[in-house]
């Protein structure tokens, strides 16, 4: 299984796996780019990476539910086993950046970007 490229976006795909996912639910892309997000042009491209690498799987629902809904059908992703352990993994130790940049981005208490001047 290859390593995708795990930029701050990909971190943020992941987590929204991590969160709204057991070992048996998938989520569709629209529910990922909400949960993560992220628009659906930055979404799918992390998706496919992801699904290449072998991290995730995919599956077009069956038309017929989508018809009956008088929707589109949609796609859904999971992450697999090794993608979850990986994800898990990933996100333990990219935690310490996503924390300095947390502390960088938050706001003062007059409402403006806080984190001085760069």
Known sequence: MSSPRVTVQ??????????????????????????????????????????????????????????????????YYRLTVQGRARAVHTLAQTAPARAGLARLLRTRPDGEAGGGAV
């Open 10 to 75: 990909t971190q943020a795909v992941l987590a929204a796996f991590l969160d709204r996912l057991d070992d048996a639910e998938e989520l569709w892309g629209f529910e990922l780019s909400k949960a993560s997000g992220l628009a659906a042009g930055t979404i799918y491209p992390i998706l496919a990476r992801l699904t290449a690498a072998g991290w995730v799987t995919d599956r077009w629902e069956d038309p017929e539910v989508a018809h009956a809904q008088k929707r589109p059908p949609r796609r």
